[in-house]
């Protein structure tokens, strides 16, 4: 989670998706990633966390977790 945490704040949307998916791997849940973005958001501000919720959202589409789960920029929010 600090890694994750660490990767948002920076904006490192690839290594992102690549650490999220070995979250979900080793049993990191998308309530608790729900959870870790809210938490964030008076720290990094939110642009840089609609932009990690992308990340998150695709990396947790590949790892086959929530896949009908849609982006902000595909519900037409951003």
Known sequence: VAIISALVAMRQSLELKNHVKIGIANGLTPSELEG???QLTPYVGFPCIASATTA????????G????????EERGLL
């Not at 998150?56 to 790892?63: D, L």
């Open 36 to 38: 870790l973005l809210v």
């Open 56 to 63: 998150v959202i695709e990396a947790m589409r590949e790892a």
């Open 65 to 72: 977790v929530s896949p009908d789960i849609k982006t902000a």
